[in-house]
């Protein structure tokens, strides 16, 4: 298995709702790193597994309107807990969308699949991976 990995950060702010967040039921800020490993079983006959640039660009692309932003203004993202995990999720997905679209350099149904890690600090992270398709 071949891999390309691309990294880049968000400022956000959000709330949690429910008792098991403690003090994070109140408004606060976090910083995440955010990477982004595309999978592929061979590489293409570039010799790649997917266009670094373009791959950084779309992981941005992701990341743009949710920066600086408090999570819980945001209308898409009403009534849910933005955690982490959550967040991997939302990432995979827009980033597997670029992938079907052809916006990687490769047809995205060669790459198998896409790992979103977010890293809230230097000892917690989260991480979510499934196949483009």
Known sequence: MFAVEVRDHVMIAHSFKGELFGPAQALHGATFVVDAAFLADSLDANGVVIDIGRA????????SPLNYRNLDEVPEFAGINTT?????????????Q???????????AEIRAIRVTISESHV????????VA
């Open 56 to 63: 950084h660009e779309a992981l941005k692309e992701v990341l």
């Open 84 to 96: 982490t995990e959550f967040l991997t999720r939302y990432v995979h997905d827009h980033l597997a």
């Open 98 to 108: 670029a992938a079907r679209d052809g916006r990687l350099g490769r047809p995205g």
């Open 124 to 131: 917690a992270r989260a991480w979510y991976e499934a196949p």
